[in-house]
């Protein structure tokens, strides 16, 4: 079997590594960083643990195909995941709704609210049963898979929505609080069709939160590797590949040394690898997305408080509108505020941790990287945030006021110098309207042993595109393994042919 060298300990790095020791190969994990997980991955501040990473979690229903594979991967099995009741709760004049785990539950919410927009909301929900339908969590148990000739016959119901954005699609409701609402969970350019997915997942009882967050996920993706005999390699840079011809001989690594391997897997953002160790243009396909003017790239800045109260006035998730004189400050128009009662380590006993999520678009992404050029400015500019969104939250939630306390904030510009992605991007492109997420190939024209294995090969990303990404990394390597078997088969058998005819 073969030597596979790995390029970096994430998500995808991680599952390369586990699916190819079960394949019987031998892998090395190469990370720069003293932990694995990648932007899986959280971290202390005194009392309080930050998640950095899951908002919900694809793949949580033991019904569904993503389970089996985060199974496989140590991440799911014997965890418990907690089921939030709601996501992303909005609110105005009095009024709120939140998207329930009982989609029929959201489906009343919504008509309550408006009864004018009926129609439209029936028409979503019908799509949202149709994608769990098609993902085989439907029906009561969220067991349900539909058949090929009932998927056929509901298709129209999802193609109305090809052509639309998350703006588009919010248009189309006359309630301004549930416009609010579908804009809620993505930025305006995403399709309407991820948002679709979302509400299909979490509502199927796909889209949970496995017990102990993000680092703990990660630790228990590096624990499976190991336990299956892969070697990982912590606080090890690699910083070029030796190659002869089109075939890749082996990485070189910062502090000297050299790891030969039949194979190299490369799991960075390919805007950085190709810069950086490879002296071969990206693939045309992956360059074609990265110079599309209707691809966006986009990060996000957080910031963390201690709250000094059991009481929060709210669960899950608080969707905050941003007044206007704050939107240029804040570089958005509301922001998400999540809470974590539900992992009672995270905080210490009647005391809670919130964090705020504002997204950024590539531009402003680009100027917090540029900003931390001058560390003065940088800081100052991470203070006035955390101090307008405390005042916001104080504001919205006014007895919390004299109770919160910031303990971190983290940009694009963390994100860049962490994950190694070219914007601080934690995920890929979003998913806009009229596109398919249709995944690219993992070769790269030129080399014939190296192979990628990122998210950023199909969009939007995010943990299980990574995972599967790994997954079909390993898959490719099995395939080229099996092609040079029967290459040497038929060569051997040439030869006897040969020694048969000439005695």
Not at 17 to 25: D, N, R, T, V
Not at 35 to 44: D, E, I, K, Y
Not at 195 to 217: D, Q, R, T, V, Y
Request: glycine share 8%; net charge neutral.
């Amino acid at each position: 079997m073969a030597k596979i060298a790995i390029v970096g300990g994430g998500v995808s790095g991680l599952s390369a590594g586990i699916y190819a020791q079960l394949s019987g190969h031998t892998a090395t994990i190469c990370e720069r960083h003293n932990v694995a997980g990648g932007n899986l991955t959280g971290w202390q501040r005194g009392e309080y643990h930050i998640d950095n990473c899951i908002h919900w979690l694809t793949g949580t229903n033991p019904a569904s195909d993503g389970y089996r594979m985060w199974e496989t991967l140590g991440a799911l099995g014997d965890v418990d995941v907690y089921q939030p009741p709601t996501l992303y709760t909005c609110e105005e004049n009095g009024a709120s709704i939140s998207l329930n785990a009982d989609l029929e539950q959201t489906k009343n919410d919504m008509i309550k609210i408006s009864p004018d927009d009926k129609k439209e909301i029936l028409s979503l929900v019908k799509a949202v049963e149709m994608v769990q339908g098609m993902s085989g969590i439907a029906g009561k148990s969220h067991n349900e898979r539909y058949s090929k000739a009932k998927i056929a016959i509901s298709v129209p119901s999802l193609i109305k929505y090809y052509d639309l954005s998350a703006k588009d699609l919010a248009q189309r409701f006359k309630s301004p609080l549930l416009r609010q609402f579908i804009c809620s969970f993505l930025s305006d350019e995403f399709s309407s069709l991820a948002l679709i997915a979302i509400w299909a997942h979490f509502c199927g009882e796909n889209g949970g939160l496995p017990k102990g967050g993000s680092l703990a996920m990660a630790n228990r993706m590096t624990d499976r590797f190991r336990s299956l005999g892969g070697e990982l390699l912590l606080k090890t840079e690699v910083i070029g590949i030796e190659r002869e011809k089109n075939k890749a001989l082996a990485i070189n690594l910062s502090n000297g040394d050299r790891i030969s391997a039949d194979y190299i897997i490369l799991t960075a953002d390919p805007a950085v690898m190709f810069d950086r160790l490879l002296d071969i243009p990206m693939p045309k396909q992956l360059k074609k997305l990265y110079n599309d003017p209707q691809l966006h790239r986009f990060s996000s800045y957080q910031c963390a408080f201690s709250c000094d109260t059991a009481e929060l006035g709210f669960s899950g998730d608080l969707m905050i509108e941003i007044p206007p004189k704050y939107r240029s400050l804040l570089h958005n128009e509301a922001f998400a505020l999540r809470e974590f009662s539900h992992e009672k380590s995270f905080a210490p006993e009647n005391k809670q941790i919130l964090q705020a999520l504002c997204f950024c678009d590539e531009n402003t992404s680009r100027d917090f990287i540029n900003m931390r050029n001058d560390k003065s400015a940088y800081n100052a500019e991470k203070q006035e945030l955390a101090a307008t969104l405390k005042s916001l939250i104080e504001a919205k939630l006014p007895h919390l006021k004299d109770k919160l306390a910031c303990i971190d904030v983290w940009t694009p510009a963390t994100y860049q110098r962490y994950v190694d992605s070219q914007i601080g991007s934690f995920m890929s492109f979003a998913l806009p309207k009229g596109r398919l997420p249709i995944r690219q190939s993992n070769r790269i024209k030129g080399l014939d042993n190296v192979i990628l294995a990122t998210q950023w090969q199909q969009m939007p990303g995010g943990l299980p595109i990574a995972a599967d990404g790994g997954k079909k990394a390993i898959e490719t390597v099995n395939e080229l393994e099996f092609e040079r078997y029967q290459a040497k088969e038929r060569t051997e058998k040439t030869k006897r042919r040969s020694l048969q005819a000439h005695t």
